[in-house]
């Protein structure tokens, strides 16, 4: 038995090439990483300035221009990891008076959850923290 070669008409191999890069450009696409790379809390009115900003070696607080610097080991930045990825972002309503917030009878406070390729925010009034959040909130040392 003898084979014939396949012919391919030449309009038909410009679409194989086309689909073949597609294909292979789709297989190297690098994988999405939901990695935590940093987190931001923010809490201020006129009177009270809160930041704290935790990156995988450390947590900076500045609390009314007072600055503290805490590093962190491995574990316990796994921790906060952890934590994050155990909150249901959806099921937290962002809740914050603005009224309030606008003469200063509340402290508004603004999470930011940053990983490699997507930030979570969250806003709240600082002494009122969604239950999911506690958590994370006392690991990160929001109040001292």
């Known amino acids: 038995m003898h084979l014939q070669p396949l012919f391919i008409p030449n309009h038909m191999k410009n679409h ?5 890069l597609t ?12 990695r935590l790379t940093a987190i931001q809390y923010k809490a201020q009115t006129r ?16 609390e009314n221009e007072k600055k503290t ?13 952890t934590s994050i990825n155990a909150i ?3 099921t937290i309503q962002n ?3 603005k009224e309030l917030a606008a003469v200063d009878r509340v402290i508004p406070a603004q999470l930011t959850i940053i990983k ?4 979570q925010l969250v806003e709240f009034t ?17 109040q001292q």
């Open 16 to 20: 194989l090439l086309f689909v073949a």
């Open 23 to 34: 294909i292979i450009f789709l297989a190297c696409k690098p994988e999405q990483s939901d």
């Open 47 to 62: 009177g009270y300035s809160l930041t704290i900003e935790i990156n995988p070696t450390q947590i900076l607080r500045i």
């Open 69 to 81: 610097i805490i590093n962190l080991t491995k574990t316990q930045w796994e921790s906060i990891e």
């Open 88 to 90: 249901d972002f959806s």
């Open 95 to 97: 809740k914050l008076d």
């Open 116 to 119: 490699e390729d997507k930030t």
């Open 126 to 142: 600082h002494n009122a923290t969604p239950s999911q959040l506690k958590p994370l909130l006392e690991l990160i040392q929001v």
